[in-house]
């Protein structure tokens, strides 16, 4: 060890001299490396310089190709990374222990997605709302302001038990997450290291917020895998104790908590993922039956088309994807370019207002019925048509990057009066801001892959009974062509005050940017190697 020492101190000062002599006539010269964007104005001048004015393509900054030129880089050294890891997933699959099913109820819970999971020891269930908008899992916890938990009070025969609350003192396996813990984001509030970390996570739906402390506790999951099928599995996650929620959440939204399913470290598929359970991705499937499947670790397969999830203002927090086109019946519109959230917990689909504004008048245009008002529903654009008139409405479909096409399976609730009449409303609303969320109604009849490891969006058309959790392997659905746009066999009433408006959770703001460095001095690259030689010698 203290030849090692002597030759490292050796190289620190042979170091000074080379720094110190450095340049012309010995004079003290210090070197340093400038960072520039790769597709800024300072780079495009400098390849120009050095390779003349020769027909090189540049994307235009914050432009959709700008935007997935930036992903692309993350991409491939996001890729590097994990081949140099060699990470082992435990499981090709897992889902909640009761199953992958997922359920609806249209009206009476706020037109969001549920499913059945297990937290705790013993178990205790939560019917919770699946919500790619958000990252935080929470429950009704110890409640000081909750939503009722009788089922009686939601009026739906489909909820045939109660809801439930969770108390952490009746967990074999709780413990509270402390204010020291990284994923603490309140932990400057705190009075000590050791206290429960609280939370409060503000949503963009009106008035609506859940608060708490955090907890870390035991998620009841089922394996589909290669190597073992439909084995118990307890994942250790992070969940809030929910005890004052407000807004949506007492007015039938999620009364029994939501599963954030977002991109953040606290997410159930990034601590599943961390934790070298599952692949770090997860599909959805909402089918037309009021049903689907939710599986973790499911990969986007090669028959499936995708788009790349893109950065928004500067950041990667969400499932953002870069929209070219919004085509109603034959005709695309043109300069309807944006870019749009994939959430789950957000009831229907918003459009920027002035994208919002050109869809529905073509929309109005090329229908063939009678436009009415509806009291008290949120939509525009509500019609009454007859049996034939309903058959002949335009069909609707997104165009993203690359000619990717996304139809529309039904952007439509129909409430039917009699056999010869209908009234229906397109459920499109506008929203103020640059983007657009699509929401739950626009992905019924996909599976949904969000192939977080390869930052992209997978689609399938599928009714979700090809998708079975319980199977190891799951044969991909027949390419059979566009969906079947209109008419619907479903008999919904046309919502209210109820329908929830986007329920993202807000984020605190944070800046990125991609930098390539200048070419290290070769000074410094050889004293750099002759320290990790003197480090890697053997000790003697």
């Not at 050095?50 to 027909?55: E, L, P, T």
């Not at 692309?72 to 222990?97: A, C, E, G, T």
Request: charged share 15%; net charge neutral.
């Amino acid at each position: 060890m203290a030849n090692r020492a002597v030759l490292l101190v050796f190289l620190v000062v042979a170091g000074y001299f080379v720094v110190v002599m450095n340049g012309s006539g010995g004079a003290l010269t210090l070197s340093s490396s400038k960072l520039i964007h790769r597709y800024s104005d300072e780079a495009k001048a400098l390849w120009v310089s050095r390779n003349g004015n020769v027909d090189v393509k540049w994307p235009k900054k914050n432009s959709l190709e700008y935007l997935e030129l930036l992903v692309r880089n993350d991409l491939m050294k996001k890729k590097k990374r994990r081949q140099n890891m060699k990470l082992v997933n435990h499981y090709d699959l897992l889902f909640p222990s009761r199953g992958s099913q997922t359920l609806f109820f249209g009206n009476d819970l706020a037109w969001l997605h549920y499913t059945w999971i297990d937290i705790g020891t013993p178990n205790v269930s939560f019917m919770v709302a699946l919500d790619a908008g958000s990252d935080l899992l929470w429950v009704p916890c110890d409640c000081i302001n909750c939503a009722p938990f009788s089922a009686t009070y939601y009026n739906n025969t489909m909820l045939d038990k109660d809801l439930s609350e969770y108390n952490p003192s009746l967990s074999n396996t709780s413990k509270n997450l402390p204010c020291s813990h990284h994923l603490c984001k309140l932990g400057t509030n705190c009075k000590g290291p050791k206290e429960p970390c609280p939370y409060i996570v503000d949503y963009n739906s009106e008035n609506t917020s859940t608060s708490g402390f955090l907890v870390e506790d035991k998620l009841h999951l089922a394996s589909a895998s290669n190597h073992a099928t439909k084995n118990h599995v307890q994942a250790s996650v992070i969940l809030g104790c929910g005890r004052i929620q407000s807004g949506s959440y007492l007015d039938g939204a999620a009364p029994d908590g939501v599963m954030g399913l977002g991109l953040g470290d606290i997410s159930v598929p990034s601590l599943l993922a961390k934790a070298g359970l599952i692949q770090n991705s997860f599909s959805i499937c909402f089918d037309e039956n009021d049903s689907g499947r939710i599986l973790f670790g499911d990969e986007v397969f090669a028959t499936q088309q995708s788009t790349p999830f893109l950065p928004f203002a500067g950041k990667s927090d969400d499932y953002f994807v870069g929209l070219e086109h919004y085509c109603v019946g034959s005709f695309c519109l043109k300069l309807t370019q944006f870019q749009a959230l994939v959430d789950s917990g957000t009831s229907f689909t918003y459009l920027p207002t002035e994208v919002y504004e050109k869809i529905v008048f073509e929309f109005d245009k090329q229908v063939n019925a009678t436009r009415i008002h509806l009291q008290d529903s949120p939509f525009e654009y509500c019609y009454n048509a007859s049996s034939q008139e309903l058959h002949s409405i335009p069909s609707m479909r997104l165009m993203f990057a690359t000619n990717r096409s996304y139809p529309i399976h039904n952007p439509l609730l129909t409430d039917s009066e009699n056999q010869a009449f209908s009234k229906f409303c397109l459920t499109l609303l506008p929203m103020d801001g640059e983007y657009g969320i699509i929401g739950q109604n626009f992905m019924k009849g996909y599976r949904l892959v969000f192939d977080r490891e390869n930052l992209k969006l997978g689609w399938s058309k599928s009714n979700c009974q090809d998708i079975n959790g319980n199977q190891a392997h799951l044969k991909p659905p027949s390419n059979d062509g566009s969906p079947n746009p209109l008419p619907t066999t479903e008999q919904q009433s046309i919502p209210n005050t109820r329908a929830v408006p986007p329920a993202v959770a807000k984020r605190a703001s944070s800046n990125s940017s991609v930098a390539v460095p200048q070419q290290i001095p070769s000074w410094l690259g050889l004293m750099i190697s002759l320290v990790l030689l003197v480090f890697c010698l053997p000790v003697t």
